[in-house]
Every structure is written in structure tokens, then in C-alpha cells.
């Protein structure tokens, strides 16, 4: 059984950078055909994709967020990890990370989540 696991503070100031952790076991983050992911959910509104890395490594990221987030991997703590720079107050969400399968038949899997707040 896969399980994803999220950390990180949970309190940002504006300006600042998020960082978040997300810990993979029973799987590995290099196993073929899965995009390693960071969705989030602001108060009251719906899912939003923030981006992903590939097994392969390879990243893509949400237009609309592209010049704010980077997305890395230390494939020897089966982890991968979002950084969201210069936060605001919008940036306040829960965000989950996920393992969404590249094709139909494969399982995806989410975490729990964890509760973002940005505020001074």
C-alpha cells in the first residue's frame, strides 16, 4: 500500500517561501508512469493543480503559478518536496500531494493533507 505524507510549517508569512515535504512509502517516487504531484484547496473554492515532477524527474508546472514554484525530488528519501515563493494570503490552502497514474489500470494515491496559512 502506497501512502503519501505531507509536512511542512504551517504558518508562512507574506513574502516568504512555502516549503512543503512529501515522504513516500511502500512505493518508489522513480517507479515508472506516475507524475508525483502538489494539488491545493483554498477555503471555500475548488481543487487547484500546482504541478508536478515525473519518475523520470521531469517537472511541469501550473501556468498560472509556473514563476512562483519549484517542484524537487531526493530519490534516497523517496521524497519530494514544493517550494511556492512569495506567498500572499491567497496562497492560504490545504495542499495535498499525490501520485497520479500516467495511464488507465495504474492506482493514484493522495495524502491527508496539510493546512497552509499565510498571514503576518
Known amino acids: 500500500q502506497v501512502q503519501l505524507q505531507e509536512s511542512g510549517p504551517g504558518l508562512v508569512k507574506p513574502s516568504q517561501t512555502l516549503s512543503l515535504t512529501c515522504t513516500v512509502s511502500?512505493?518508489?517516487?522513480?517507479?515508472?508512469?506516475?507524475?508525483w504531484s502538489w494539488i491545493r484547496q483554498p477555503p471555500g473554492k475548488g481543487l487547484e493543480w500546482i504541478g508536478y515532477?515525473?519518475?523520470?524527474?521531469?517537472?511541469y508546472y501550473n501556468p498560472s503559478l509556473k514563476s512562483r514554484t519549484s517542484i524537487s525530488r531526493d530519490t534516497s528519501k523517496n521524497q519530494f518536496t514544493l517550494q511556492l515563493s512569495s506567498v500572499t494570503p491567497e496562497d492560504t490552502a490545504v495542499y495535498y500531494c499525490?501520485?497520479?497514474?500516467?495511464?488507465?489500470?495504474?492506482?493514484?494515491?493522495w495524502g491527508q493533507g496539510t493546512q497552509v496559512t499565510v498571514s503576518s
Open positions: 499525490a501520485r497520479v497514474p500516467m495511464r488507465v489500470g495504474l492506482s493514484g494515491y
Open positions: 511502500g512505493g518508489s517516487i522513480t517507479t515508472n508512469s506516475y507524475y
Open positions: 515532477i515525473a519518475y523520470s524527474g521531469s517537472t
